[in-house]
């Protein structure tokens, strides 16, 4: 397994992170197709033999359950805190990322997770209802304190991700060192603003969603798994452009077809052949896990790599959030 740095910040991980969003207890309000512990456990310690030391969760995934099965499954598995990078994140929750909101929910999610540290901190949006310089401010105390080693970012627009690291710049407080965005081959807005600024700070990418949900595994758009069923997260994210995004579906199946690889392997290393650092794998059967080990073998060729990014046109922004009406 090949690894590789975050930034600038000395943390080395594999080219695949673990997401955890598939793991926790289901429910009605959240989601109904996650695994339960023991197969996540499962999951996490076949990630794990094969090389993958990078997880990423969040403090409302499963209303929390998600960091609990991390934190339960490694210690059970007996893999010690110092060869893993895990990851977390904070902003679905009450007074979002305010100073206060964030001093008490690291502690809750280094509870859950079992740990004392967190590798790498995420907000997992923009907040419009706190300034940038209280956000920023708490996240530095956290680096400050031994709390957390690194800080990210997630969906956003590059403006808004713009202004948070000059303002950490002008106080010499720490800069954002990832940016966990939506970015897949059904979604390349990002490649207008936010990437280009990502590359002017030496951001390391970690998207999440590098296979749309799913869609880029598959030839056709419903498959009829739990998750196709019951997420509608998913079909807001991609059924307002399902005719078009199918034309990319199609081409990522002809070059799978040529290449003798499946639909995912095809996906997955069009991120490596745009630079990406580790598109964060999710799933829910070791299945999906080998394809995402196997995609780190193919390298595309750079017309096979115009051929899949030739149908797409401009989508509806989808991941950052809008201003507060």
């Not at 793991?23 to 794990?48: N, P, V």
């Amino acid at each position: 397994m090949d690894h590789i740095e975050l930034g600038s910040t000395g943390i080395r991980v594999s080219r695949l992170c673990l997401g955890g969003m598939s793991f926790g207890e289901r429910s009605e309000d959240f989601h109904q197709w996650t695994l339960d512990y023991e197969s996540s456990k499962g999951m996490i310690s076949y990630a794990y033999d094969a090389g993958i030391n990078f997880i990423d969760t969040a403090n409302g995934y499963s209303h929390g359950t998600s960091e609990k099965f991390i934190g339960r499954a490694l210690k059970e598995l007996g893999i010690a805190r110092e060869d893993v990078v895990l990851a977390s994140k904070v902003y679905f929750n009450e007074g979002r990322l305010s100073r206060e909101a964030i001093l008490r929910e690291i502690d809750g999610t280094l509870e859950r997770l079992g740990t004392d540290y967190l590798d790498l901190y995420q907000i997992h949006r923009f907040d419009y209802g706190t300034p940038i310089e209280e956000t920023m401010g708490a996240l530095d105390e956290l680096v400050e304190s031994g709390k957390v080693r690194a800080i990210g970012a997630s969906a956003m627009y590059g403006y808004q991700f713009h202004n948070m690291q000059i303002c950490a710049d002008e106080r010499g407080w720490t800069r954002f060192s990832t940016m966990q965005n939506h970015y897949n081959l059904l979604y390349r807005e990002d490649e207008r603003e936010l990437i280009p600024i990502c590359r002017q700070y030496g951001v390391s990418l970690i998207p999440y969603s590098p296979l749309a949900s799913g869609h880029l595994a598959n030839p056709v758009w419903e498959t009829g798994s739990d998750r196709s069923r019951t997420d509608g997260v998913r079909r807001d994210k991609y059924d307002r452009a399902k005719d078009n995004d199918m034309e990319v579906v199609s081409r990522v199946k002809e070059v799978a077809d040529r290449c003798d690889v499946t639909m995912a392997e095809v996906a997955l290393a069009w991120h490596f052949s745009k630079g990406v650092a580790a598109p964060i794998v999710g799933g829910s059967k070791i299945s999906h896990l080998r394809d995402a080990l196997r995609a780190l073998e193919l390298r595309l060729r750079p017309d096979d790599v115009r051929y899949l990014e030739e149908p797409y046109r401009a989508h509806e922004v989808v991941g950052a959030l809008p201003p507060p009406e």
